[in-house]
């Protein structure tokens, strides 16, 4: 097994395993809290509303069973990363010591197969999914997970460390939080500030750990010397409502200090803005930061950052009087109350899950991020297109993705060029998967998944072959020639058999 050195640009595809893996009770694996969730809340909304779908993940995509049919995919498109965040529970699925066999066997054998077909493999190694275990004695409200976060962290730095050099620790610690712990949406659904403080503190604190852990395992060589370990963060930059109004200016910095520096302050240079300490005194949060926690934070801050651009969005004073514009769907408050979220009618583009498409704050936003972090080095970890794709042709022609794909790798490209430290793009994502805000009918991948087949059947589409070609050029082809690329998706679709197991 040759392991994969860090190469000067790298082409990835991100997914994560409760949307992808399926196997739930496989392997000794035992629930985690999207397991639980998804069987309580099923609901199928009806066929092609873009509505909520809250299906089965116990197959998915079926990578459990696929990933070496995948891993030969992956390298047919060329593909020098492959972004996946882990499952805990697949490996600690009774407490936080019992390692399991099985758990540990497939993640091992999942990271060489990916090695050995090129691939360099990049964990994420929590992804909102705690295992039930966990949740049931507090989850990251108990500060006692981050023991249990250490052990498992130890122990996959000593049996995975061998096969990459790039990790991340969490990924959106913010719509984790703020969808699971300040609202119901997702699991584990506490809709409580307290709940939500401690959450979020908790979730900093384990990335400290982990950092620790990394830097042991470097030292016992598990770990390339060299090897980085980073955050990934969710933010959409804003763009003011009315730039000639300055209460609009004045909310794009509030939103700015709530949505980034709040997010990432935490785990690259080791501090909370002020403000949320005083959020915590203003609205009697039952919670103190510790001084030792700081210290904590502030000795084991990350290398690296992973940003997930899918979109910006339009940000208004919180008085702002909005009743002259049309808007596309409703405004959304924050809790701290200092700017509102919306989403203009006119002059904006859509895609039919009503996100929008606006590649151009994807300079300015890394621009932003590299000065706020002394210019460390930084990866779009997430950047895709939630869509209808239409599946019922034989070959599926996802022009859209490939054009809002072309629109954010140039972003990127140009913002490397012109001094972001850009080490890295990956999409979302590889193959089509659960969505958690679409399900089963949110299209992301550049492989099509048959959800109706057993097997679960794979098929590239036109997206697959573009991108193919990005990476076969170095990202220096971008081109969209779409009657080139639907013969080479013939070409590939004869050859296709070959990853039908
Ligand atoms: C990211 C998440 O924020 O958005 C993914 O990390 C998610 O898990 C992706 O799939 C797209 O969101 P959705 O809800 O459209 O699938």
């Not at 019992?98 to 077909?117: A, Q, R």
């Not at 908790?202 to 470097?218: G, M, P, T, W």
């Amino acid at each position: 097994m040759k392991k994969i050195k860090n190469r000067e640009f790298i082409f990835s595809c991100s997914t994560n395993a409760f949307q992808i893996e399926g196997g739930r009770n496989l392997g000794g694996r035992t629930d985690s809290i999207w397991d639980e969730f998804t069987k309580r809340n099923f609901k199928i909304p009806p066929v092609g509303s873009a509505e909520r779908e809250i299906n089965s993940i116990e197959i998915a995509a079926d990578f459990f069973h696929k990933y070496k049919t995948d891993a030969n995919i992956m390298k047919n498109l060329g593909l020098n990363g492959f972004i996946y965040n882990m499952d805990w529970t697949r490996i600690f699925p009774k407490n936080s010591t019992y390692i399991n066999p099985e758990g540990l066997k497939w993640h091992i054998d999942m990271f060489e197969t990916m090695v050995n077909n090129g691939i360099k493999p990049i964990p994420i190694i929590f992804h909102w999914d705690t295992p039930m275990w966990a949740e049931i004695q507090g989850g990251w409200e108990n500060p006692s997970i981050l023991d249990w976060f250490r052990n498992y962290c130890k122990v996959i730095f000593k049996y995975l460390g061998r096969y990459t050099d790039m990790w991340f620790v969490n990924d959106e610690n913010s719509t984790f939080t703020l969808s699971a712990y300040l609202s119901d949406y997702m699991p584990p659904a506490k809709n409580n500030p307290t709940a939500f403080a401690k959450a979020i503190h908790h979730l900093n604190l384990s990335a400290a750990i982990a950092k620790q852990e990394f830097d042991i395992a470097k030292k016992e060589g598990y770990l390339d010397k060299d090897a980085l370990l980073g955050i990934d963060h969710d933010w959409s930059p804003a763009i003011p409502l009315d730039p000639k109004d300055v209460n609009d200016l004045k909310a794009v910095e509030d939103y700015n200090e709530w949505f980034l520096d709040f997010w990432l302050d935490p785990n690259l240079k080791g501090t909370y803005p002020e403000f949320f300490y005083k959020w915590i005194e203003e609205n009697n949060i039952d919670f103190k930061i510790k001084e030792s926690d700081m210290d904590l934070l502030k000795n084991n801050t990350l290398d690296f950052v992973g940003w997930n651009y899918y979109r910006p969005c339009f940000v208004s004073s919180f008085d702002k009087d909005l009743s002259n514009i049309k808007l596309k769907k409703k405004t959304e408050t924050f809790f701290v109350k200092k700017f509102k979220v919306l989403f203009p009618e006119n002059g904006v583009r859509y895609t039919d899950w009503n996100w929008i498409i606006d590649p151009s704050m994807l300079e300015p936003g890394a621009k932003i991020i590299s000065k706020k972090y002394d210019n460390k080095p930084m990866m779009i970890v997430e950047n895709g297109l939630g869509d209808f794709d239409n599946k019922s042709e034989d070959m599926i022609i996802d022009e859209k993705r490939i054009e809002f794909l072309k629109e954010h790798i140039e972003a990127v490209l140009k913002a490397k060029e012109n001094g972001v430290n850009f080490i890295g793009y990956s999409m979302w994502t590889y193959c089509d998967i659960f969505s958690p805000s679409g399900g089963y009918r949110k299209d992301y991948g550049l492989v099509s998944v048959d959800f109706n087949s057993p097997i679960r059947e794979r098929k590239p589409k036109l997206s697959y072959v573009w991108y193919k070609k990005v990476i076969a050029s170095n990202g220096k082809d971008l081109s969209i020639n779409i009657d080139e690329l639907k013969k080479q998706l013939e070409e590939e679709l004869i050859q296709w058999d070959l990853f039908k197991k």
